[in-house]
């Protein structure tokens, strides 16, 4: 696993990617788009943020979120 360095700043911004395990060949982001989309609603009613952007593709996704002032660990919001 990775280890990233974060800005802890209240308030901060968020770039972020998420990849499919299985990406050669898989299309289940956007053949499930729906399904995606609610789940990202119900992880905000958890988690207040803002997305501010979003792309989602095939198999990853890449995602610009806010954090409310109120700290709260990204990894929370993201589900790592």
Not at 6 to 28: D, I
Not at 49 to 76: G, K, S, Y
Request: with cysteine; net charge positive.
């Amino acid at each position: 696993m990775r280890t990233y360095t974060r800005a802890r700043v209240p308030g901060a911004t968020y770039f972020f990617t998420l990849t499919l395990a299985e990406r050669r060949g898989n299309a289940l982001l956007t053949e499930h788009i729906t399904a995606l989309r609610q789940a990202f609603r119900v992880t905000q009613q958890a988690h207040p943020f803002v997305t501010e952007a979003m792309v989602v593709l095939p198999d990853h996704l890449h995602c610009l979120w806010r954090l409310p002032r109120r700290m709260m660990p990204i990894f929370r919001c993201a589900g790592v």
